[in-house]
């Protein structure tokens, strides 16, 4: 009998739930951004058959070198859109890193 | 034999006893368990209404990065239709008027230098914040560079 009680007692217990909770934050990046660029500004020369001898001239009035770097009509053209590309690609990415960094590292958070 | 029932009744009784000891630690355990799982289930609702509120922040994200990917397909398409408007040939305008459209490459040269120093995160001016008029806009980037600016 007290066998029997001692194992009604004991082994048809009701287990202690225990709930697990595992809140390990991951530190923050907080890498800096990149410093804005800050470009040079260029001078575009236009250089035709009628006016070469005359921009040479003033080149060399200028002590400059009396050379320049060619680019066709459409080349120029070109060289527009590409830069345009970039500049986008630039600013998509750019902005990519902002809402990742808005959706990852609020600023409410950093304060906690 | 009387000694063996009263062993058996004191044996009863001490089981008794601790068997109502056992089910006073269990209810005890039970309490604490349901205060436990109602704690859970209000954490729970509070994930599901953070996860809601993440989902509601992606889609917004998505949507300002597609907005911002539409505006610059526009100033791209704008700078073709600079380049070909009207059957425009930029080579027989630069011979025919070659000072005037080196004054106008340059001014577009600087405009689209600064075009790429705000997309790499150069902060707007005030003139450019405030710019609402053709003549005040940056015709390179109006998207990224002029945010008062309704094209009209």
Partial sequence: ?112 | MRLFFIGIIITSLLGAGAYVLKLQRDNVILKENAVKLESAISEQKQVIENQKKDFAEILEANKKINELVNNLKKDLDDLDKRFSKKDRDIGKLAIDRTKVIERIINKGSDNATRCIEIASGSPLTEEEKNATKKSEINPECPSIANPSYIPY
């Fill in chain 1, 1 to 112: 009998m007290l066998t029997l009680a001692i194992f009604l007692t004991n082994c048809s217990g009701v287990k202690q739930l225990s709930i697990f909770k595992e809140e390990v934050k991951r530190q923050e990046l907080n890498l800096e951004k990149p410093t804005p660029l800050q470009l040079e500004q260029i001078k575009w020369i236009i250089i035709t058959s009628e006016n070469a001898e005359e921009v040479f001239k003033k080149m060399e009035e200028q002590g400059l070198d009396p050379v320049l770097f060619g680019l066709t009509d459409n080349d120029y053209q070109l060289i527009a859109k590409n830069f345009a590309q970039i500049r986008n690609q630039l600013k998509i990415t750019n902005d990519i890193l902002d809402k990742y960094k808005e959706y990852y590292e609020p600023k409410e958070k950093v304060k906690e």
